[in-house]
C-alpha cells in the first residue's frame, strides 16, 4: 500500500504527528514504571502477617504510685478481660506487631557468637499471647504457664525456652528444616533458649524491614510500671469491645493510667501508608495518563481529517474505495505509534534503571514493557479507528469545491 | 503613488515553476481609481498580494508612496501596511467573534493608537458608509451588503493613502453590488487612491482607467473607456438608486 | 496591547469552549498531581531555622563495631546516637557557645488541678536546649547551668500539658508529680510543633514534640530507660542502671552551637582529639570516623526527604510533562484552525510579532487558568488524602500541610510551562505567509 508516500506526507506535517509520537513514548515510559511498582507496593500490603490483625487492639497501661503492685495489676486485669464475652483472649505483650516500634536482637546457632547468625523480633508477654496473636503453631507446642518469668527487676538474658517463627528457625538451622523443635540457640553471652514451638508466620515490627517475618516470642512479663495489653475479639465486636474493655479497665482501678486503646489493624494501616500513598498516586497517575494519550491520538487524528478533506476526495475521486482511506489514515497513525512506542520502550527501560538505581526500587521486569507496549499500540490504533471512519464518508465531490 | 517595475514572482513546488507575474511594470497615480482585469489564472490577484505587500516578489522594484519596498524587513512591511494600505476582501473577512465596533477597530490596534483616537476613526467611518446605528451587531447579524461596508469601514479608518479591492462585489447581489461602488466612488473623490481588481466589465467601466493582467503582464488591449475624474458624481449610463442605510 | 489580547483571548476560549477546557483541563491534572507530590516533598525537605543552619550542629562519633557499620547502606555514616560516657564527654568541651545532649523518656504526670495521672513523653536535656532551638516561652523560661548541675527539679510544661494540668494559667512555681518525685514549673512553652522534627529525627520526622522538659542527669537518678532508640552492638553484662550507663549502647543525642567558622573548626579537631584519646583507652574500635553535621546535613544523613517522596515528585513531572505535550498538540490544532482570521490581521497591519504575542497571550491564559484550577485541586486532594489517612497516620497535619507556597508555585509552574508549551504554536501561526489563507479559505 505504499507506506513511503504517507511517511514523507508525514514528514512534511509533522508537528502535531511528532507530538503525540512524543506523548505515547512518555505514556509507556510512566505506565510501565507506574504499574510495575503499583504491583509491588500492593503485594507488599497484601502480605498476610500470620496474626488474626483484624479482630485485634492494644493499648498501654502504666501504674504510677509508689508500691505499685504491678504484676497484681497484671493479674487482675487479665482475670478481668479474658473473661469478658466478646473477647477469645487477652496477654500483656512489651510491643505491638506491626507498630513500628519494636525490640530486636541478634541470635546465633552456636555458643560463642559462632554457627548461623539471626536477628529476630522478640514480644516478651505470657502463655495466652498464642491465642491471642492468632498464629498458628505447627509443630511443637506453645510455652506454659510456669514458664513466664514475672521479672520485677531489668534483668539482662532471656527465659530458656521460646516459640520462633519457622523463617527464623530456618536461618539458624538450615539443615534441620525438619527437626526444629528443640533445637537450642544462643544470645551473644551464650545463653541457651530452646525452640518450643513454631509459628507458621508471623510479622514483626517493622513492615519496611526485609526480616519483618523473624519473630520471637519469650515467656518473660515485667519490670514495669508500664506494660502493654494485646486484646483479641471474636470477629465483628472490636469496637464495642474496644469501648467496653476502657471503660472497664478503668473502673476496675481508676489509679493508674489507661493510655490510649487501638486497633493492630489502624497500626498495621499507619505502618504501611506510605506505600499505600504511593500506590494509590501512580494508580492515578496511570489513569490519567492513559486517557490523555488516547484523547491526544483521538484528537489528532480527526485534526488530521478536518484539515484534509479536500485530499481525501481527490483520492476517492481518482478511484480510492472507502476501506481504502481507512487504512491509509490508520496506517499513518500506526507509524506515529510506532515511533512513539520505539522511543518510548527506550524511555521506560532508561526509566526503570534511573528508579532502580536511585531510589533503590526492585529492577523492571520485561513482562511491564512487553505488556505496555502491546497496549499502547492497542490503545494508538483503536484510538484512531472513529476519526479513519469519519474520513472515508468524506464525499469525492468535495474535490472540486474551492472554499 | 504606485510604481513597480519589471517585477516578477515565480511559485516554485518541486515539479513545477509557475511564473505568476513575468516583468510587471506599472504606474499609479495618486488619486486615481484604477480596475485590474483579466482572465483566470492571469496574475492579478499575485499583483494584488504583492501590491498589498502581503507577497514577496523575486526581481524587480515597487515603489509605494515614494518607499521602496524591496528590501523591507517583515515588520517594515507590516508597519507601511499598516499606515498606508487599505483591504477590501470579495468574501469580507470580518472577525465573527467581534462586533462591527471592533472589527473597524483591528487596524488601529496595529497603529497603538490611544483609545480616543481610535474611537473618533471608527465612529467617522461607520458614519461615511451608513452603519453608525450598528456598532453593537455582529457580522452574522448583517446582510452581505452590509458585512462588506463594514470591511470598507475597515479599510478606511485608518486614513489610509491606497484601498486595494479584491473582487469587492463578487459575492453581492446587484443592488448591494451598486451601494459598494457608490462608496468606493466616494472614497475615491476624497483624495484616496484606489486598485480594484474585477472580473466583471460592468464594474471596471467605472474605474477612471482599466489595465488587463494577461500571462502575468499587462497587455495592450486596453477595450474600455476611461473616465477622467470629476467633481461631484460621475454619471454613468444606468440608474442609480440610492438607499439610507440597511438594505 | 497587552488588555486587547487578553480581550481577544477570552473571545477566542467563548468561541471554542470545549476545546478551550480540554486544555485548561489537561494542565490542570498535571499542576495537581505535582502540588500534592510537591506539598509532601517541601514538608519534608523544610529546614527549620534556617537563619541558624550555620551554628547548629550535631556531631557524630564512632564507637560502633569493628566488624560492621553501623548503616550497612552507607558505611560511612557513623551512629546518630552516643554512649553515655561519650554524650558526657562531648558535653564537657568548652568551646561551644551552647551545648545540649538529650534523650526521650516517659512517666506518669500527675499533681495538676484538674488533671487524671497521664503517661506523658518527656525530653530529658540541658538548659541550653530552649534557646539554641528557639523554643517559645508563654510563661518564665528555660533553666539555666546551675539548675543543670544541681540538678535541680525544675520542669518546663508544653502549653498542652499546661492546659490540661493547670487550664493554661501561670503556672510557674507550681509544682507537678513525675514519677512521683515532685518538680517545680520555671517555664511553659507557647504552641511549639517543629515540623519536620529535625533534632530528633531518628525516633520520627513528624512525631509530636514531647509534654514535658526535664534536666538530663534526673534520668540517671532516676534511672530511666530511653523511650526512644536504643542500639547495643556489644556482648555486654548489664546487670544495673550504672552498667547501662557505663555500656557502648547508644541512646544520647546530641547538639552544639558554634558561631564562628573558627570554633567550627577548633570544636572538630576536639572531637578527633577526644576519639584518639578513648581509643588509647581500648574504646572506639573503629577508624576515625567522625561527623559534623549542620540541620540541613542532619536531615539528609536521616533521609527525611525519603526516596518515596522523591519518586514520586519525579513521577509527578513526569505527567506534567505528558499534560504538556497534550496541550502543545491542543493548542496547535486551534491555532492552526484560527489562522485565516490571523491571515486577515496580517493583511490589516498586524506583524509576525504582534500575532506571536497575541496568540502566546492566550496560551498563558490558559495556563494560569490551567494552573490556578490544578492548585485547587491540588488542594482539595490534599485535604482528601488527609481525611482518608489521617485516620491512622497521626501527623498529617505537618507532613501534608495546607501550603499556599506550594500553591504559588504551582501556578507559577503552570504560567511557565504554558508560555512554552504556547511558544511554538504562536511561532508557527504567525510564520505561514498571510496571502496564502486570504483567497483560499
Not at chain 2, 511594470?25 to 499583483?47: I, N, R
Not at chain 2, 488601529?108 to 456598532?135: C, H, Q, S, T
Request: glycine content about 8%; charged content about 20%.
Amino acid at each position: 500500500m505504499g507506506l513511503r508516500p504517507i511517511f514523507s506526507s508525514l514528514m512534511r506535517n509533522g508537528a502535531g504527528a511528532l507530538l503525540v509520537a512524543i506523548q505515547i513514548a512518555l505514556t509507556l515510559a510512566i505506565v510501565v514504571n507506574a504499574v510495575f511498582v503499583t504491583k509491588q507496593r500492593v503485594s507488599h500490603i497484601g502480605r498476610p502477617s500470620g496474626l488474626d490483625d483484624q479482630n485485634q487492639f492494644a493499648l498501654p497501661v502504666t501504674g504510677f504510685e509508689k508500691d505499685f503492685d504491678f504484676f497484681a495489676m497484671i493479674r487482675a486485669d487479665m482475670a478481668m478481660l479474658r473473661q469478658m464475652p466478646g473477647i477469645v483472649d487477652a496477654a500483656p505483650i512489651n510491643q505491638i506487631p506491626l507498630s513500628g516500634g519494636g525490640s530486636s536482637t541478634q541470635f546465633y546457632s552456636l555458643p560463642d557468637k559462632k554457627g548461623e547468625k539471626s536477628p529476630v523480633a522478640y514480644y516478651g508477654t505470657d502463655e495466652h499471647a498464642v491465642k491471642t496473636l492468632g498464629v498458628k503453631l505447627d509443630d511443637g507446642k506453645n510455652f506454659t504457664a510456669t514458664d513466664v518469668d514475672y521479672r520485677p527487676k531489668d534483668a539482662q538474658g532471656f527465659p530458656g525456652t521460646a516459640v520462633v517463627t519457622r523463617v527464623f528457625a530456618e536461618a539458624l538451622f538450615p539443615k534441620e528444616k525438619d527437626n526444629l523443635v528443640g533445637k537450642t540457640f544462643y544470645d551473644d553471652q551464650s545463653k541457651p533458649v530452646v525452640i518450643a514451638g513454631i509459628m507458621e508466620q508471623m510479622h514483626g515490627a517493622w513492615v519496611g524491614w526485609d526480616k519483618v517475618d523473624r519473630v520471637m516470642l519469650t515467656p518473660v512479663v515485667g519490670p514495669g510500671p508500664g506494660i502493654r495489653y494485646l486484646v483479641r475479639t471474636e470477629p465483628g465486636k472490636l469496637d464495642a469491645m474496644m469501648a467496653a474493655v476502657e471503660v472497664a479497665l478503668r473502673k476496675r482501678d481508676p489509679n493508674r493510667v489507661v493510655g490510649k486503646l487501638r486497633s493492630v489493624q489502624n497500626f498495621k494501616q499507619s505502618s504501611y501508608a506510605s506505600d499505600s500513598l504511593m500506590a494509590v498516586t501512580l494508580a492515578v497517575v496511570t489513569g490519567l495518563v492513559l486517557t490523555f494519550s488516547a484523547l491526544g491520538i483521538f484528537g489528532l487524528a480527526t485534526f488530521n481529517v478536518n484539515t484534509r478533506t479536500r485530499q481525501i476526495g481527490t483520492r476517492r475521486a481518482v478511484g480510492a474505495r472507502k476501506r481504502d482511506i481507512v487504512s491509509y489514515f490508520m496506517a499513518e497513525n500506526w507509524m506515529v505509534t510506532t515511533l512513539g512506542v520505539v522511543v518510548g520502550c527506550g524511555l521506560a527501560l532508561a526509566g526503570g534503571y534511573w528508579l532502580s538505581n536511585q531510589f533503590g526500587l526492585p529492577r523492571l521486569d520485561l513482562y511491564f514493557l512487553v505488556g505496555g507496549v502491546a497496549g499502547l499500540w492497542v490503545l494508538g490504533q483503536l484510538a484512531a479507528w472513529q476519526p479513519a471512519l469519519r474520513a472515508a464518508k468524506v464525499s469525492p465531490a468535495m474535490a472540486t469545491r474551492s472554499v | 503613488m504606485l510604481s513597480m517595475k519589471n517585477v516578477s514572482k515565480v511559485f516554485r513546488t518541486d515539479l513545477i515553476e509557475t511564473h505568476a507575474l513575468r516583468d510587471f511594470s506599472l504606474e499609479v497615480k495618486a488619486g486615481e481609481f484604477l480596475a485590474v482585469t483579466g482572465p483566470s489564472g492571469s496574475g492579478k490577484t499575485t499583483f494584488l498580494n504583492i501590491a498589498g505587500l502581503l507577497e514577496p516578489y523575486e526581481t524587480g522594484s515597487y515603489k509605494l508612496d515614494d518607499v521602496e519596498v524591496t528590501d523591507l524587513s517583515d515588520d517594515a512591511r507590516s508597519h507601511l501596511r499598516n499606515q498606508k494600505i487599505g483591504f477590501i476582501f470579495q468574501s469580507f473577512n470580518l472577525m465573527p467573534d467581534l462586533n462591527v465596533y471592533d472589527n473597524v477597530d483591528v487596524p488601529l490596534r496595529y497603529r497603538r493608537m490611544k483609545f480616543a483616537e481610535r474611537d473618533k476613526r471608527i465612529i467617522n467611518a461607520l458614519e461615511i458608509v451608513g452603519l453608525g446605528a450598528r456598532m453593537k451587531h455582529h457580522p452574522a447579524q448583517l446582510s452581505g451588503g452590509q458585512q462588506q461596508r463594514v470591511a470598507i469601514a475597515r479599510a478606511i479608518a485608518g486614513d489610509p493613502k491606497l484601498v486595494l479591492a479584491d473582487e469587492p462585489t463578487g459575492n453581492l447581489d446587484s443592488l448591494m453590488a451598486r451601494q459598494v461602488l457608490d462608496l468606493l466612488e466616494r472614497i475615491n473623490e476624497m483624495g484616496t487612491t484606489i486598485i480594484m481588481v474585477t472580473h466583471d466589465p460592468e464594474l471596471a467601466r467605472r474605474a477612471h482607467r482599466n489595465v488587463q493582467v494577461v500571462d502575468g503582464q499587462i497587455s495592450d488591449f486596453k477595450p474600455y473607456e476611461s473616465h477622467a475624474p470629476t467633481a461631484g458624481l460621475t454619471p454613468v449610463p444606468h440608474d442609480r438608486v440610492s438607499t439610507p442605510a440597511g438594505a | 496591547m497587552f488588555a486587547y489580547y487578553l480581550r481577544l483571548s477570552l473571545q477566542s476560549f467563548r468561541r471554542n469552549p470545549g476545546l478551550t477546557a480540554l486544555m485548561v483541563m489537561a494542565i490542570a491534572l498535571g499542576i495537581s498531581v505535582c502540588m500534592v507530590t510537591l506539598t509532601s516533598y517541601r514538608a519534608a525537605a523544610r529546614i527549620p531555622l534556617p537563619h541558624k543552619i550555620e551554628m547548629l550542629f550535631a556531631p557524630n562519633v564512632d564507637s560502633w563495631d569493628p566488624a560492621n557499620p553501623y548503616d550497612q547502606d552507607k558505611a560511612t555514616n557513623a551512629p546518630d546516637l552516643q554512649t553515655y560516657r561519650d554524650a558526657r564527654g562531648l558535653y564537657a568541651s568548652t568551646i561551644p557557645d551552647r551545648k545540649l545532649i538529650m534523650f526521650k523518656a516517659g512517666g506518669v504526670l500527675s499533681g495538676g488541678m484538674n488533671m487524671a495521672p497521664e503517661y506523658v513523653s518527656a525530653r530529658m536535656t540541658t538548659g541550653d536546649f530552649f534557646p539554641m532551638f528557639e523554643t517559645p516561652f508563654l510563661y518564665g523560661n528555660a533553666w539555666d547551668a546551675k539548675a543543670d548541675a544541681g540538678p535541680e527539679p525544675v520542669v518546663v510544661l508544653s502549653k498542652e500539658t499546661n492546659q490540661k494540668a493547670f487550664g493554661g494559667a501561670n503556672s510557674v512555681g507550681k509544682t507537678l508529680l513525675w514519677h512521683d518525685r515532685e518538680f517545680r514549673v520555671v517555664g511553659v512553652l507557647d504552641h511549639w510543633e517543629p515540623a519536620p522534627k529535625f533534632y530528633d529525627v531518628s525516633n520520627g520526622s513528624f512525631d509530636d514534640p514531647e509534654q514535658i522538659y526535664v534536666p538530663v542527669t534526673w534520668g540517671q537518678i532516676m534511672e530511666l530507660g530511653s523511650d526512644g532508640n536504643t542500639n547495643c552492638w556489644k556482648t555486654e553484662d548489664i546487670k544495673s542502671y550504672q552498667d547501662f550507663m557505663n555500656s557502648e549502647c547508644i541512646w544520647f543525642e546530641s547538639w552544639v552551637e558554634l558561631r564562628s567558622p573558627a570554633k567550627v573548626s577548633a570544636y572538630r579537631k576536639f572531637l578527633d582529639d577526644y576519639v584518639i584519646d578513648q581509643k588509647s583507652k581500648g574504646r572506639f574500635p573503629r577508624p576515625l570516623n567522625n561527623h559534623l553535621y549542620n540541620i540541613e546535613g542532619w536531615m539528609q544523613r536521616n533521609q527525611v526527604v525519603g526516596t518515596d517522596n522523591k519518586a514520586m515528585l519525579i513521577m509527578a513531572f513526569a505527567f506534567l510533562a505528558v499534560c504538556l505535550v497534550n496541550t502543545v498538540g491542543l493548542l496547535l490544532a486551534k491555532f492552526l484552525n484560527a489562522a485565516p482570521i490571523a491571515g486577515v490581521r496580517r493583511a490589516l497591519g498586524a506583524s509576525r510579532r504582534d500575532i506571536f504575542w497575541q496568540h502566546l497571550t492566550e496560551s498563558g491564559v490558559i495556563a494560569v487558568a490551567g494552573g490556578i484550577a490544578g492548585g485547587l485541586l491540588g488542594v482539595a486532594g490534599v485535604w482528601a488524602l488527609r481525611a482518608w489517612y489521617g485516620r491512622f497516620v497521626q501527623d498529617l497535619e505537618r507532613s501534608l500541610p495546607t501550603d499556599y507556597g506550594t500553591f504559588a508555585i504551582a501556578v507559577g509552574i503552570s504560567l511557565a510551562a504554558g508560555i512554552i508549551a504556547g511558544l511554538y504554536p504562536a511561532w508557527r501561526i504567525g510564520r505561514a505567509a498571510p496571502a496564502s489563507y486570504l483567497k483560499v479559505q
